[in-house]
């Protein structure tokens, strides 16, 4: 801290002040020694503000001040003279000044690292809004491809022909199961209902179609259509359409012009109808043979099972009514109808 | 890990003197930018089962010494330059550091230099350590007092010469001989400010029959209190309880009587030094017999102990610079000189 600037030295004389106060309070250097406790040549070395002389900042102005304490005189002064020849108390640097300083206190580095992490956070939130947007798309378009492919798969099922009913909803497909399920909770008319039937529907042999009420090709569009009316409606039909493909079935029709009570079930057990029938028209129920029919006003109902017109005359007793059990065989190459 | 890091960026370095009277934080580039009382006051409602509040830190705090009703107490969590209740020093630790910070958003964590009494053991170094780590510091160095205070008051540390620094502080009083960045015999009394007014509290008592408050002999030491007969004599009215009568009463006291109580306690600080000059190898002892002994610290500010310590060592003594901060300031340059030179500088633990 010792300042070796003679230049400054002979221009600022910070202790003549006190060798002019201890000249008029007639004090010797020693005496002032003796009462500070400070060495003799510190003090000429004050006096003449001779720096080389003089220890390090901190004890020279300590010293100075007593001197000036002691001599009664006031030491602003001298300080702030001193002060300028030998700075001292160099207010601490920032640490973003010191050399060698990659801290991160730096202003403009916390800015950046600001702004970065903002931004960052900003491209999180963005990714993730586009991420979510990616996956919803997705997850829809896969859901269309899923319909998509039931569609083609219904498609094939019923190619070459779909018919679709208007009331009640019904789709008369070459399986056992979806017909089941269509006709369990719907009527079906057989001269509504009529598909071109598909080779592969074996034993059954061809159906009669009357009136078709709406005819679509396999286009993909109506496909669809059936697909998710089938779905809103049944889905378990779809999935058991879909999953059996063509399985067997027969079919029963009665015409009672006159009207008659009828009970059909099925060989499983299930009720196809039970109530009254009448009017002009051929109803028509599917089923597994053989069907056990029960019913009244015999004489006047006519059936057929499989197209094939059954005789029952022989099984009407003499209240009108009739109980029998009616299915198909081959016999020879030819559908015969079975009795038991 | 980040994330102290990240709040660190927005925290500045503190140097903290936790003292047993007062707690200075001194910030980076900012300067001082504390100085409160180390007095906290805790609300405990609903008996003494109740749940603990902070009602009050620092100067608040410290009105309510002695004045408080009874559910409210206020308390020194520093006793002896150490740590008397760990929570309340955590708790008022993190009040202080909040305050000097002015980001409300992010929790401050900062670095954060200590400093210990030189006296003080293993586990209250810890317990320190501790609870500024509990108040939120990232980082936590502890430095001796008395080198905190010797680069405060711009003593040459680094250089190959004794310089003896004599810091007084509330609780305790340290005398250190540096040399060479290094402490080279230290020692530590726990005589300081409070054993001050502690002395002129029993002074009246006995002399007089009257009960003074913490915060009157305070106001008295601070007053007339001197270390060394001078030639003006002080003169002050205070107040307080008569113990015979239970009255309130005034009386006046000068600065002699006061000298005369402070004798035991400034006794045990001239003997402290006496001891260190003892202890103090050769050619450092005549480095400080040349230059003489630096003083710090509040307790420096008792009139004319600079005197005393002269008259009864034989030394010059030099008064520092704003000798209340020095510890603080010494702490911030301590806490730059490690950034320039490492951790391992000045014997920082």
């Known amino acids: ?340 | 890990m980040f994330m102290n890091r990240f709040r660190g960026m927005f925290s500045n370095d503190l140097s903290i003197d936790l003292g047993t009277a007062n707690t200075l934080i001194y910030a980076r580039g900012r300067g001082i930018v504390l100085d409160e009382p180390s007095v906290v006051a805790i609300r405990q409602d609903r008996g003494p089962g109740g749940p603990k509040t902070i009602e009050a830190y620092g100067k608040h705090a410290k009105g309510m010494l002695g004045r408080t009703p009874q559910n409210i107490t206020a308390i020194r969590p520093m006793r002896d330059g150490v740590i008397a209740d760990f929570n309340v020093t955590e708790k008022m630790l993190q009040h202080f550091i909040r305050q000097v910070h002015e980001s409300k958003i992010l929790r401050p964590s900062p670095r954060v230099l200590i400093c210990v009494p030189c006296g003080a053991t293993q586990v209250e170094r810890r317990a320190i350590r501790e609870s500024a780590a509990g108040a939120g510091a990232r980082k936590v160095y502890l430095i001796d007092e008395p080198m905190a205070a010797a680069v405060g008051a711009d003593m040459p540390v680094d250089e190959p010469k004794g310089s003896m620094v004599l810091d007084i502080g509330g609780g305790t009083s340290e005398v250190a001989v540096i040399s060479l960045n290094g402490i080279v015999y230290s020692a530590s009394v726990r005589v300081g400010g409070d054993k001050f007014d502690e002395a002129i509290t029993n002074y009246v008592r006995r002399n007089y029959g009257i009960l003074i408050g913490e915060a009157t002999s305070e106001r008295i030491k601070h007053e007339i209190g001197t270390a060394y007969p001078g030639k003006d004599l002080l003169e002050i009215e205070v107040k307080g309880r008569n113990l015979s009568e239970g009255i309130p009463r005034s009386f006046s006291l000068n600065s002699n009587e006061i000298l005369e109580s402070l004798q035991e306690p400034l006794h045990g600080i001239v003997s402290a030094v006496k001891t260190a000059l003892e202890q103090t190898p050769p050619e450092l002892g005549a480095d400080v017999a040349e230059r003489g002994i630096v003083l710090t610290g509040g307790g420096a500010l008792l009139r004319d102990l600079d005197r005393l310590i002269m008259e009864e060592t034989g030394l010059p003594v030099v008064m520092a610079e704003d000798p209340l901060t020095c510890v603080a300031r010494g702490g911030g340059r301590v806490l730059e000189l490690i950034d320039k030179h490492g951790g391992d500088f000045l014997a920082v633990e």
């Open chain 1, 1 to 340: 801290m010792h300042s070796s600037d003679d230049q400054e030295e002979t221009v600022i004389n910070f202790g003549d002040a006190l060798y002019k106060a201890r000249k008029q309070q007639k004090f010797s250097i020693e005496e002032i020694a003796e009462q500070l406790k400070v060495p003799s040549q510190i003090i000429s070395a004050l006096e003449q503000s001779e720096l080389s002389q003089l220890p390090s900042a901190t004890y020279t102005r300590g010293y100075l001040r007593a001197y000036a304490k002691y001599l009664e005189i006031k030491d602003t002064d001298m300080l702030a003279d001193y002060d300028r020849i030998v700075p001292h108390n160099v207010p601490l640097k920032p640490r973003s000044n010191l050399p060698n300083e990659k801290s991160s206190q730096s202003p403009l580095f916390k800015t950046v690292t600001f702004v970065l992490i903002i931004l960052g956070v900003l491209a999180l939130i963005y990714g993730g809004y586009q991420y979510y947007n990616k996956q919803s798309a997705q997850l829809k378009a896969s859901s269309q491809a899923l319909a998509e492919q039931h569609a083609s798969e219904v498609s094939s099922v019923d190619n070459p022909k779909l018919t679709l009913l208007p009331q009640p909803l019904h789709e008369s497909q070459n399986t056992p199961a979806s017909t089941k399920e269509v006709e369990s909770g719907s009527k079906m008319y057989s001269n509504q209902s009529a598909v071109d039937t598909i080779g592969s529907n074996s034993s059954t042999g061809t159906q009669h179609n009357k009136t078709p009420t709406i005819a679509v090709n396999n286009k993909i569009k109506a496909t669809t259509k059936v697909v998710d009316k089938l779905k809103t409606r049944k889905p378990a039909t779809l999935v058991s359409v879909l999953k059996q493909g063509v399985v067997k079935t027969d079919t029963i029709e009665l015409l009672a012009k006159k009207g008659a009570w009828v009970k059909i079930t099925d060989a499983t057990g299930k009720r196809l109808h039970y109530g009254m029938i009448s009017g002009k028209k051929w109803q028509a129920y599917s089923g597994k043979a053989p069907f056990n029919v029960s019913m009244g006003n015999a004489r006047s109902t006519k059936i057929r099972i499989n197209h094939l017109n059954a005789d029952i005359s022989s099984y009407i007793r003499p209240n009108n009514t009739a109980q029998f059990k009616l299915s198909t065989t081959k016999h020879n190459g030819q559908q015969i109808i079975r009795f038991q």
